[in-house]
């Protein structure tokens, strides 16, 4: 499994399993499986409601804690400086941890708001509760707001990032100021349809006998995105794990490029509540 190093050094698989909408005793079976068939990175959030299981499977599964990389994300309904505090602290009693290895502002909120938020991020990265800080739902605006008041850089942009919403400017943006860009719905998620039944991708995956989102995930791990694909089909974790036996050409990866439209499935970021 190829690792990434960021900013502070600290090392992230660059595939992990992803559990939004992974309810219960799915969200353990699938984490149990995907540790179970080589995955070493799980993305949860105190919103998915399923923190508990995510802990549990990764108990459970008897590999050293030091061995998994956990994130988790700070919710908008617990910003501001003593609440981020709290959060972090209910989540990894949830998750049965003593840190996670990332900790992530799920949305941002107003500036000062996500300012306070981040200096609490900060002193309890320095208190060793987490392994790394970072942001998710990040545009331009909202990182060179945060830049003016950060003491760290962040660590991680998580960003919805698929073959049709490519975010090659906010990459380069990110990437020059030492961010690395995570993909969320990497394989676009609930329009997973629209993966299935492209032709481009289609053609390709015929080529080397895999499958449309094999190929949509292994774009975004060549263009060194972190990415992190959720399943809760044993069939399906296996299958978007099984992505080191080949490469795309550059022109294949040309042909991709072209199908990006730009039209987001998650909300906008500036105007979530
Ligand atoms: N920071 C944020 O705001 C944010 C927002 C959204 C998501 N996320 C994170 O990013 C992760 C991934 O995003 P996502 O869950 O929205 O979408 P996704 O990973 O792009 O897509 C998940 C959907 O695709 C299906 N699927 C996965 N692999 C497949 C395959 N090989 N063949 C056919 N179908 C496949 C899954 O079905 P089954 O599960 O039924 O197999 C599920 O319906 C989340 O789980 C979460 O951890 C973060």
Sequence with gaps: ???IKLNNGVTIPQLGLGTFRAKDNEAYESVLHALKSGYRHIDTASIYGNEEQVGKAI????IPREDIFVTTKLFNSDQGYLKAKKALKRSLQRLDLDYVDLYLIHWPQSYELTADSYQAMEEMYLDGLTRAIGVSNFNFHHLEHLFETAEIIPQVNQVETHVFVQNHKLQEFCMKNGIY?????????HEIERVLENETLSEIANKYNKSNPQIAIKYLLERDIIVIPKSVT???IEENIDLFDFSLMDEEIEKIDGLNRG????????NIG
């Design 1 to 3: 499994m190829q690792q």
């Design 59 to 62: 108990k459970d599964s008897g």
């Design 181 to 189: 860009l995570e993909a969320y719905a990497p394989v676009a998620s």
């Design 234 to 236: 044993p069939k399906r």
């Design 263 to 270: 039209r987001k499935l998650f909300p906008d970021p500036d």
